[in-house]
């Protein structure tokens, strides 16, 4: 994939500028800002992202597959096309029981 200077002003097909990996997460950073970031990911099926916190709001996308997200004890299975707002400073966890390919929406 280009670097994000190359893709502004121009269409992405989200789902297709990130590649699974077998028994990896995969991630691409398209901007990175002092006010937020976007980034993709693509999870091989078995992976995730342990328990945190972040202290910014944060939006998945699920582009592709499905993913099953826990916020604060509470677990989400999205699929392709829903979205989360996970909630500042409340834990939360990713996980793959089948591979998905996400956007992730940091705005701080």
Known sequence: M??????????IALAGAVRYSPNAIVSKTLLDKKTGTL?????DAGQGLSEHTSPYDATLQVLDGQAEITIGGKTLNLK???????????PHAVRARKRFKMLLIMIR
């Open 39 to 43: 980034t993709l990911f693509a999870f």
């Open 2 to 11: 280009k670097t994000a200077e190359d893709i502004r002003g121009k269409a």
């Open 80 to 90: 392709t096309g829903e979205m989360v707002i996970m909630p500042a400073r409340i």
